[in-house]
């Protein structure tokens, strides 16, 4: 079984500074990992994805994440977020192979809130 | 483009009432998630469909939830008798399936907020 753990319920900063949301997953098999934003009252969007090859994956509105396999995390980072960044941020793995990887296991989510 | 449509938004009822919460799929996807979001347990997988057919249901809280989709173009949750614990924001979500492929986006609807007093 498959597990994600996003380590900050709620990462508050300023416009214009840099972000980093923390994600780590659990897994015994080799995973696919997404990033997804939910704006308020709105369904998911997906952010970025890593399927395979270069580690370092980049997304709509600026965001990128990193892929480490050695340390189990999928990092997300904005050098410098915008007031409509403000929105709520899911880390998500599904199995890499084989006929269960439909099946996307998502983290409780990290609220970001951009300051003026 | 019209994306995954969820209704009602809204649905307040009365415990023991029995509750449908409907979902259009994009049209051409053929793979369809039922989600239930609540803060204490985040989001949960409910059901899957492929090419219509519920392929794993073990998200599936107990008896009194229940899910179909009679096409490629509608799905249904329906729960009799909700209780005050269904309460909870349930979100339909599309995607095309490709089983050599990796799994392609996820659509999300926007949701129905379920408030069951």
């Known amino acids: 079984a498959q597990s994600v753990t996003q380590l900050d319920s709620q990462v508050p900063v300023f416009e214009e500074a840099p972000v980093e949301l923390r994600c780590n997953y659990s897994s015994s098999v080799s995973v696919y990992l997404f990033w997804y934003v939910q704006y308020p009252n709105q369904g998911l969007q997906l952010l970025l994805k890593?399927?395979?090859?270069?580690?370092l994956v980049k997304g709509i509105n600026g965001f990128e994440a990193e892929f480490n396999k050695s340390q189990t995390s999928f990092h997300l980072r904005k050098p410098s977020v915008h007031i409509s960044d403000t929105a709520e941020y899911f880390c998500?793995?599904?199995?890499?192979?084989?006929?269960?990887?439909?099946?996307?296991?998502f983290g409780k989510g990290t609220l970001l809130t951009v300051n003026p | 483009d019209a994306g995954v449509i969820q209704s009602p938004r809204h649905e307040v009822t009365e415990m023991g009432q029995e509750v449908t919460l409907r979902c259009k799929p994009i049209s051409g996807h053929n793979s369809l998630f039922w989600y239930r979001q609540t803060m204490m347990r985040g989001l949960e997988l409910l059901i899957y469909f492929n090419n219509n057919v519920p392929i794993d249901d073990s998200g599936m809280p107990e008896d009194r939830f229940s899910a179909k989709m009679p096409n490629a173009s509608f799905s249904t949750l329906k729960i009799q008798p909700s209780e005050p614990r269904d309460s909870a924001v349930y979100f339909c979500?599309?995607?095309?399936?490709?089983?050599?492929?990796?799994?392609?986006?996820?659509?999300f609807g926007e949701g129905s907020r379920l408030t069951v007093l």
């Open positions: 890593y399927l395979s090859g270069s580690t």
């Open positions: 998500a793995v599904s199995q890499g192979s084989g006929g269960s990887n439909y099946k996307l296991t």
């Open positions: 979500a599309s995607r095309v399936r490709g089983w050599s492929r990796p799994p392609g986006e996820l659509f």
